[in-house]
């Protein structure tokens, strides 16, 4: 007998939502109004595409993105949304793949949600150790490229053109409000066993270029270019 689950009045067998997830699913799913919730849980969690909340996560897993990291260079992120969260997942998944164009423009993208703070990022509870360990470093390299910024007499807020000096005067003026981890990227644990993260070409970083904040995590990856201005 085929067993299957409902999505939003569709049926799917569990062998072809299997390798929906596994390839890295941007549909979004609506659990509220899912007739079949429990049997979908249950599918998610061996997947590890469900929290501890019970949030669905619809990034790829890291081993994916690894093995497809040449056809995901250059393309857009499959996560969607218009969140701080989706935004975060966006920047592991351009990361991962070593697309620094990608990662630069995303970080950009969120810098210019000026209501968006770092420290208020929601809590992701990604139920997958290594994108979870990802994705708390990265808040850390949001903050530090926006402090380089700020810093500078370039909030958040500033228009994209700054016209004339007395506009430029105005913003050095304000005060200086800088940006700071949230509260549980600091406490994600580090992971059991170290991963590596090619570098574009598809060679282990160097020692001198690895990121020694994700190093931290036991993670090796070359440190990544933030800085978009």
Not at 4 to 11: S, W
Not at 57 to 68: I, N
Not at 117 to 140: G, M
Request: a positive charge.
């Amino acid at each position: 007998m085929v067993r299957t689950v409902c999505i939003k009045g569709a049926t799917e067998t569990y062998e072809e939502m299997l390798d929906t997830y596994k390839k890295g699913s941007n549909r979004s799913i609506e659990v509220s109004t899912m007739p079949c919730l429990p049997a979908f849980r249950a599918v998610c969690q061996n997947l590890n595409c469900l929290s501890s909340s019970g949030q669905i996560h619809d990034a790829p897993k890291l081993t994916w993105l690894l093995d497809q990291r040449h056809e995901r260079q250059g393309k857009p992120a499959l996560t969607k949304g218009k969140n701080p969260t989706a935004s975060l997942y966006r920047m592991y998944e351009y990361l991962v793949v070593g697309y620094t164009v990608g990662l630069r423009s995303e970080i950009e993208y969120f810098f210019n949600q000026s209501t968006w703070s770092v420290k208020a990022i929601p809590d992701p509870e990604d139920p997958d150790p290594a994108r979870y360990a990802i994705l708390a470093v990265l808040t850390h390299y949001l903050a530090m490229a926006f402090n380089r910024l700020i810093k500078r007499g370039l909030p958040r807020c500033c228009p994209a053109i700054i016209a004339g000096a007395e506009a430029e005067a105005e913003l050095r003026a304000r005060k200086v409000v800088l940006e700071l981890q949230p509260p549980w990227a600091k406490a994600v644990r580090r992971l059991d066993e170290p991963i590596t993260i090619p570098t574009s070409s598809g060679e282990k970083p160097e020692n001198r270029f690895r990121s020694a904040e994700f190093l931290a995590m036991n993670i090796i990856v070359a440190e990544p270019h933030v800085a978009f201005v």
